[in-house]
């Protein structure tokens, strides 16, 4: 029973809110930050995957205009409440764009059953007059510094009725290219497409001018729209990558090496003895040849040393010693100590990035990867981009992306990132 009670008090206060009375301050409010959600989801790279998201968009934006012109012109920006049809359709758009951002984020598919929502809303709502109406917009992304003209289209009806309809754009004047009672397709010069600030977009209007009434009063309508506008570069990248590279590990090691002889003859002949220095390293590990370092040489009635092969498998040498030159002089000795270095090669994994490329919508871009070392090849990890409109977009060897491709070139492994539009 408590279940039941908690229930239907849910459901009534859900009702409550359909039918909340909102005042036309409120209603404008909310339509503005509606307007502003909208344009930034146009303007995003998704729209460059589908333009049906600039031209969903559009209706939106397009409705919600129609909306504010009807609440100022009525009730105005007071604390008048919206009458029923202009809180119907308040309702309806405001439903329409949470659909909206949804598919964008989980679905974008259901982009064009939203746009078929759209147009029966304004059908509903708009269609029962003679006046002109959009139903549709075919808005594409124009691609700055690139694109020489831009096309689009607008579909509804009553386009006939019209004495003069024309589209403006940046204070320019465009006539449609062609034009029937349901259709209008433009075909604007690049260089009326300006940016003017740093937004992605810019604003136009198709302009409608008709009359009415037996006095054939002049009636006039301008219904906005927006023209996303993309750079040519849409982005910068780096790629993340691994690979395998040596590394010297030194080892000191230290030898001693001693010579001695007999006694010199009643002649004074000397005695000369010699020993034969050979080393080899330890462990596997190579000689360095470069790094003998004598750290003392000592010899009696003299002697010498020296090195006659420095290879890293092997170091020889000798060293020598004499006894005195007087008659049963003494015997001779020396001691060569000397520090040398052994090293072995050990490979490590290291985390590399290439350098920051920008990422054209038109041409593919290469990330050229270092040769292999000792057949160690690099292996990539991820591809790392940030879009136009602050997005961060991951890409990975294994796994597809919505807006791009990426291939690795199986003989010099370098990686080539693709729009994929």
Excluded at 40 to 54: A, F, K, P, R, Y
């Amino acid at each position: 029973m408590k279940k039941n009670i908690l229930t239907l008090a849910f459901t009534l206060f859900t009702l409550s809110l359909s039918y909340a009375q909102i005042s036309g301050a409120t209603a404008l409010m909310a339509l503005d930050e509606l307007d502003k959600s909208i344009t930034s989801q146009i303007n995003s790279v998704d729209n460059l995957i589908t333009n049906s998201i600039g031209n969903t968009g559009n209706m939106i934006l397009s409705i919600s205009a129609r909306l504010k012109k009807d609440i100022n012109e009525t009730i105005g920006n007071t604390d008048k409440i919206l009458r029923e049809k202009q809180l119907g359709l308040y309702n309806q758009i405001l439903s329409l764009k949470d659909d909206f951002n949804k598919a964008i984020k989980e679905n974008i598919e259901n982009i064009d059953v939203i746009a078929t929502r759209v147009t029966q809303v304004i059908d509903d709502f708009f269609g029962k007059n003679r006046e002109p109406n959009i139903f549709k917009y075919n808005t594409g992304v124009f691609v700055l510094n690139y694109d020489k003209d831009y096309s689009f289209s607008a579909t509804g009806k009553n386009f006939d009725r019209p004495y003069e309809v024309f589209a403006k754009i940046n204070g320019n004047k465009i006539l449609p290219s062609t034009s029937n009672n349901t259709k209008l397709n433009f075909i604007i010069d690049s260089a009326f497409i300006k940016k003017n600030d740093d937004k992605n977009y810019i604003i136009g209007e198709i302009v409608f001018k008709w009359k009415i009434g037996l006095f054939k009063r002049k009636r006039e309508r301008r219904d906005k729209f927006i023209i996303p506008l993309t750079p040519l570069n849409i982005g910068t990248a780096q790629a993340f990558y691994e690979q395998e590279l040596p590394e010297k590990i030194f080892y000191t090691q230290q030898r001693t090496y001693n010579c001695s002889t007999g006694s010199s003859n009643w002649k004074g002949d000397q005695e000369r003895e010699s020993t034969a220095i050979n080393i080899l390293p330890v462990n596997g590990r190579s000689f360095d040849k470069n790094s003998i370092v004598i750290n003392n040489w000592y010899q009696r009635y003299g002697g010498g040393y020296r090195f006659t092969s420095k290879t890293e498998q092997q170091t020889i040498g000798r060293i020598s010693c004499k006894s005195d030159k007087k008659p049963y002089g003494g015997g001779g000795r020396s001691t060569l100590t000397f520090s040398y270095k052994e090293f072995e090669i050990k490979y490590e994994v290291n985390d590399l990035i290439t350098n920051t490329q920008n990422v054209s919508t038109v041409n593919p871009t290469l990330f050229k990867l270092p040769e292999p070392v000792d057949g160690k090849r690099p292996n990539v990890s991820f591809v790392k981009i940030k879009t136009f409109d602050n997005k961060e977009i991951i890409l990975t060897p294994n796994e597809q992306n919505k807006y791009f491709s990426l291939k690795i070139n199986p003989v010099t492994d370098d990686i080539s990132i693709n729009w994929k539009k």
